[in-house]
């Protein structure tokens, strides 16, 4: 097998409080290959978004990465001089966030903001560069564009402001993208128009794509595996469809059993009980365990992680498998 | 409840009916603009027609949902039904009784209808312990005794799946889901008929948002509340309410029983809408197409003429440019505003 594009082994990210420390991320691996989509799922307070902020050093004090390695192809991000990690940060990954009124900044114009973006990594002339930003806003869907750079970014909806922020992430033909819950602020027709864009744009292109988000459904309709986390770890990944069919974790059940959509209309949720378990103390053992239905004494060391083929997962007792 | 119906059970007379509800935001105009007025100059007034004409009716005992897009006015027909905010056409009614009173300074006039909104951080007093809190309104209105008021928040606590001793907490100390529980007890300590919720389970997240939608079930099984739910998330609706009502830029556009019109949609904007909605993939590298609406949501400063969605609708004529499509039955129990609509029983087109 060769080298993927993205290799995360045992990536911990903690955050200093004067209650303790939080573990935001805790362990955790994976990794992506070339112009792969990868969906991690989880609910708030999973690490899901922290561990997308780790990949590209973007963890500021109190937080720090405790541990592990982040690989682009083979050369480990933790730890290099910050110049160095700016030259590829913007370059070969770029990141989408879910606000995209809090990233582009609003008193400067789409045109301008998209140039200091581009000077960033590249020297092109003046009439290079607007075609450029022409035909990146044009890939994303931004009509008449040529005009548009000249607008501000409150005189675009919502959905056409993340259209400018994925063009920004697109400017340098990067080979990872990170989304974190691009579309969550969206209504869904706008969230079918991005999803169905971005889904194309990645596949005409190449580029790889982690995809952040709570929405088990959307990930299924997006990414080729999936990992889901809980509670700073990876419980279970695979791919996609697979996992959703056929889980091995029980949190990954549970969460599947608490979508409406999978349920017989006004029949009683099989809701997971109680809440998730605050990061300053997580219990012993398997931090799903308080909630897991299927909890045995064993349960209180920590599992392993179990790779079965493409699959994995992290549970003393995995579903559907041979006890 | 104490308090006797106001229908018999079967009456299908609707116990809480909106009757050509408008309501209309003019937002003040600036120092300058207002001298010019004063003075006699004309200036344009950006008027947002929130909601335009609405007819609504619910039965007694019945869930309604309200579905729409952000800007939709879906919250705003909520805070009117609920008797929070004036409308300014139309009537709102519940047993036949208004909930506001007119004139200048509309006041609410009953307790029966209450409301449970989104944020649950923002809509519980954090310097107040929940107890008092839950206490205060039906102490106010005297549907308890204050010698009686702890044991009948502890016990409204515990109708909500919350620990009776929780009352002497304040809101910090509960979780999202938590708070949520106790924004629905304080609704519900009022002893409401009607409850109107708007996207009460939007930020919380999937395994307590479906902790808090059973709550809503065995709520309606236990009280025989009257629910008008207001959402964006048409599975949620779907799971919960018996009738759906689709709103687009300040319309209905179309209403019925969920089941109906989630299978069968008649408006091509509730059909857009479901084709929009991403559906759990499982099959092994299934090709997933959406069929997103094309375009945006048009300004609701300045709507479109005739059919507010003809600009982004596969099936628009030269009709839909100028002329409203009316809210019209099409099948039994159902109505659509739609000039193409397909109604039962008619010759196909």
């Known amino acids: 097998m060769t080298t993927p594009l993205l290799e995360v082994i045992d990536l911990s990210t903690h955050f200093a409080t004067r209650e303790g420390v939080v573990k935001a991320v805790n362990g955790v691996s994976f990794s992506v290959g070339r112009g792969e989509i990868l969906g991690l799922v989880g609910e708030s307070g999973s690490g899901k978004s922290v561990t997308g902020f780790s990949l590209i050093g973007l963890i500021d004090p109190p937080g720090r990465i405790a541990g592990g390695t982040v690989k682009l192809e083979g050369r480990d991000l933790i730890g290099m001089a910050p110049a160095a990690l700016r030259a590829i940060r913007g370059k070969r990954i770029s990141m989408v966030f879910q606000d995209p009124s809090m990233t582009l900044n609003p008193v400067l114009t789409v045109g301008d903001q998209m140039r200091l973006a581009l000077r960033a990594h590249q020297r092109l002339s003046g009439p290079e560069a607007q075609r450029r930003l022409i035909d990146v806003l044009s890939r994303v869907g931004i009509p008449d564009p040529a005009r548009r750079l000249e607008a501000y970014p409150h005189q675009f909806s919502g959905g056409m402001r993340q259209r400018i922020a994925i063009a920004i992430a697109l400017l340098h033909g990067p080979e990872l993208v990170i989304a974190d819950e691009p579309t969550t602020a969206l209504d869904v027709s706008i969230q079918a128009q991005i999803l169905t864009e971005m889904k194309s744009l990645a596949r005409e292109t190449g580029t790889a794509l982690i995809w952040i988000s709570h929405d088990l459904a959307t990930i299924s309709s997006m990414a080729d595996r999936i990992a889901v986390m809980y509670a700073g770890r990876i419980v279970e990944s695979g791919p996609t469809a697979q996992v959703l069919r056929d889980p091995r974790h029980p949190y990954t059940r549970g969460l599947l059993e608490s979508l409406p959509a999978t349920a017989t209309a006004g029949t009683e949720l099989r809701s997971i009980p109680g809440t998730t378990p605050s990061l300053l103390r997580l219990p012993p053992g398997c931090p799903f365990a308080p909630r897991c239905p299927g909890a045995q004494a064993l349960c209180a060391a920590e599992p392993p992680e179990t790779a079965v083929g493409a699959r994995a997962y992290r549970c003393h007792f995995p579903l559907g498998a041979a006890a | ?349």
């Not at chain 2, 009716?57 to 019945?62: Q, V, Y």
């Open chain 2, 1 to 349: 409840m104490s308090r006797p119906a106001a229908s018999p059970p079967h009456d299908e007379a609707p116990f809480v009916s909106a009757t050509g509800v408008s309501r209309r935001f003019a937002p003040s105009l600036p120092l300058g603009d207002r001298i010019v007025a004063a003075l006699g100059g004309t200036m344009e007034r950006r008027t947002v027609h929130a909601v335009d004409g609405i007819d609504l009716a619910l039965r007694k005992g019945e869930a309604l949902g309200l579905v729409g897009e952000s800007g939709c006015g879906k919250t705003t027909l909520g805070r009117m039904l609920a008797g929070i905010l004036p409308p300014s056409d139309g009537r709102i009614a519940i047993a036949g009784q208004a909930v506001m009173t007119g004139g200048a300074h509309p006041r609410k006039t009953t307790t029966r209808v209450q409301m449970v909104f989104q944020d649950p951080f923002a809509s519980l007093d954090p310097r107040m312990r929940i107890g008092d809190t839950l206490m205060e309104g039906p102490v106010h209105h005297r549907l308890v005794s204050r010698a009686n008021a702890l044991s009948y928040v502890r016990n409204w606590l515990e109708q909500v799946g919350l620990d009776p001793d929780y009352a002497g907490r304040y809101p910090h100390q509960f979780s999202g889901g938590q708070r949520q529980r106790v924004a629905i007890a304080r609704a519900l300590a009022m002893q409401p008929d009607v409850l109107v919720c708007d996207e009460p389970v939007a930020s919380l997240d999937v395994s307590i948002q479906a902790q808090i939608l059973n709550l809503f079930l065995k709520l309606r099984r236990e009280l025989d509340l009257t629910l008008l739910f207001i959402s964006h998330d048409l599975s949620v609706v779907r799971h919960l309410c018996d009738r759906v009502a689709i709103m687009y830029l300040g319309r209905i556009v179309e209403e019925g029983p969920a089941a109906d019109v989630y299978a069968d949609p008649r408006h091509p904007y509730t059909q857009a809408l479901l084709d929009s909605v991403p559906k759990l993939v499982l099959e092994d590298g299934a090709q997933v197409h959406f069929k997103p609406i094309r375009g945006e949501l048009p300004s609701p400063l300045a709507p479109p003429p005739g059919c507010h969605f003809h600009g982004r609708c596969p099936i628009a004529e030269d009709r839909c440019r100028v002329e409203r499509p009316a809210l019209r039955p099409v099948a039994p129990g159902r109505a659509a505003a739609c000039h193409f609509a397909r109604i039962d029983g008619a010759p196909p087109a």
